[in-house]
Nanobody
Framework: QVQLVESGGGLVQPGGSLRLSCAASGFTFSSFAMSWYRQAPGKERELVAR????????YYADSVKGRFTISRDNGENTVYLQMNSLKPEDTANYYC?????????WGQGTQVTVSS
């Protein structure tokens, strides 16, 4: 049974930091590209960051470059998103995604709210 379980969301002040985690099980984690998406109320889901399975190459949306860092631990089957210098516009539900060929799995999401 495939599971992606996100954690680490919460309420943080502008300029603060959060670290999201996504614990994966039920598939060969190291083979999958892992991504973080986010969706704010009234907006479409957008890709935030991606890390490939084999070489751990990374991609970031322009809006988070220099502030967010994606990483993975293949031994722990976990992907992380370190978020620094958070802004109110980063407020959204953040989703973990695993993709390999036609296989595409999603977590339930974790809420991040950036507000003073």
């Amino acid at each position: 049974q495939v599971q992606l379980v996100e954690s680490g969301g919460g309420l943080v002040q502008p300029g603060g930091s959060l670290r999201l985690s996504c614990a994966a099980s039920g598939f060969t984690f190291s083979s999958f590209a892992m991504s973080w998406y986010r969706q704010a109320p009234g907006k479409e889901r957008e890709l935030v960051a991606r890390i490939t399975g084999v070489n751990s190459n990374t991609y970031y949306a322009d809006s988070v470059k220099g502030r967010f860092t994606i990483s993975r631990d293949n031994g722990e089957n976990t992907v992380y998103l370190q978020m620094n210098s958070l802004k109110p516009e980063d407020t959204a539900n953040y989703y973990c995604n695993a993709k390999f060929a036609w296989l595409d799995y999603w977590g339930q999401g974790t809420q991040v709210t950036v507000s003073s």
